[in-house]
């Protein structure tokens, strides 16, 4: 045996045969006689073993190195709901502030979470019922500040944040008490945290045109702190986007910028995305995924620069984050793709440096492509441009700093 029959494979499979059945050591007898060829073996071991720990120690500050580069990114969130970052602790304080008799400790809410039935409508069973304890301008508050503290200690600078102002005042929450408790929890966090968060006010799309309308009504009076206009909740087969034309219409007469959902496979999806494309005339597109499926509309969104804001979450139950090859194909196809956390309380990705860490792994994307996806998120701010070349020129400077070429980033 010689060290070049060993290589530098470090799989049991590397061994020769006699190493595997007799080990070193039984080795030794057979081979008293030829003290050559003892110590070439002994040698060619203590290398190969060598080697291993050498690649393992690589393998290990790969690992570490691209943890830590992820951690220490300046991020953007475009895709987060505010009623999705509620974590158990949140939950059970709300729920004993107020007297609710469910979800009264974190083991029911994680109970909850675990019980869901797969798809948006499994999802949504858990997400309403947890979103119902905030009833008070406190509750809102404190979900938002603390939210806010969450995305500081992902080293998030910006987010667009979803509320959903249907979902609350259809309990007999007015409005202007929830979107104080957002505001002024909003207003405390920034200053203690200096993250910018704007808010997203979103249409509830099960729900019927005339209660759309009213809540823009109902948000005139602070238009002025709310920065777009989007379209979520379920079921999205038989509540496109034209269903809402008018209101969007109106919504971009009143200088909202337009956003809506379009899932991962549910019905429609690809036939939905055009509609926001050429009816409603959106200025992002959240999800929106299942583009890869229609090479058309691919063609199309690279060629208006249109961002689609994915959410690779993952669930206990998958094996990785999902919709990784699909991000991949419209990445390659020069769509503007970014990661983002969606209800970072009710999946296993949680929060967004985690996310980015799994879907790192699990994709085997290289610090160049991550950041690409970052700056994406970056480039499809709704700010004027020296306000987001500000913040691009913060994660340019990281990526430099980090040895990323950035003409990489931006291919």
Request: proline content about 4%.
């Amino acid at each position: 045996m010689s060290l070049a029959s060993v290589g530098t494979n470090c799989s049991a499979s590397a061994l020769p045969s006699d190493v595997l059945t007799t080990g070193i050591y039984g080795m030794k007898s057979r081979l008293r006689k030829a003290a050559t060829p003892y110590i070439a073996v002994s040698f060619a071991l203590f290398f190969f073993l060598a080697e291993c720990l050498a690649q393992n120690v690589r393998a290990h500050d790969s690992v570490e190195g691209m943890r830590t580069f992820l951690a220490g990114m300046p991020k953007a969130e475009l895709h987060l709901h505010l009623e999705g970052t509620l974590s158990a602790e949140t939950i059970v304080e709300i729920t004993n502030r107020n007297g609710i008799d469910y979800f009264t400790t974190a083991a029911e809410v994680e109970q909850s979470l675990a019980d869901r039935p797969p798809g948006l409508m499994g999802f949504l069973e858990h997400h309403f019922k947890s979103q119902n304890v905030m009833q008070t301008r406190q509750d809102f508050y404190d979900a938002t500040y603390n939210l806010i503290e969450k995305l500081h200690e992902n080293n998030v600078i910006y987010a667009d944040l979803f509320f959903d102002p249907q979902a609350h005042t259809s309990r007999g929450i007015p409005f202007d008490e929830m979107f104080k408790g957002i505001d002024d929890g909003r207003r405390d966090a920034r200053a203690k945290f200096g993250v910018t968060v704007n808010l997203i006010m979103c249409i509830n799309r099960e729900r019927s045109v005339a209660s759309a309308f009213e809540m823009l009504d109902q948000a005139h009076a602070v238009r002025d702190k709310i920065i777009g206009l989007g379209m979520d909740s379920g079921p999205e087969y038989g509540n496109p986007p034209v269903k809402f034309r008018d209101v969007y219409a109106r919504a971009r007469e009143e200088g909202y910028f337009l956003t809506g959902h379009h899932d991962v496979d549910v019905r429609d999806s690809v036939k939905h995305i055009w509609q926001s494309l050429d009816i409603i005339g959106m200025d992002r597109i959240d999800h929106g995924l299942n583009a890869s499926d229609d090479p058309k509309l691919v063609a199309e969104l690279a060629r208006r620069g249109m961002c689609l804001t994915g959410s690779p979450v993952k669930r206990a139950s998958d094996p990785e984050p999902q919709d990784i090859d699909r991000i991949r194909a419209l990445d390659d196809a020069g769509v503007c793709v970014s990661l983002n956390s969606d209800d970072p309380a009710e999946f296993e990705t949680g929060y967004l440096t985690n996310m980015l860490v799994l879907f790192q792994q699990a994709s085997e994307y290289t610090k160049s492509d991550m950041t690409r996806l970052m700056f994406n998120a970056f480039d499809a701010l709704w700010l004027l441009q020296d306000e987001k070349d500000e913040y691009v020129d913060v994660l340019k400077e990281y990526a430099v700093n980090n040895d990323i070429d950035w003409n990489e980033v931006t291919r």
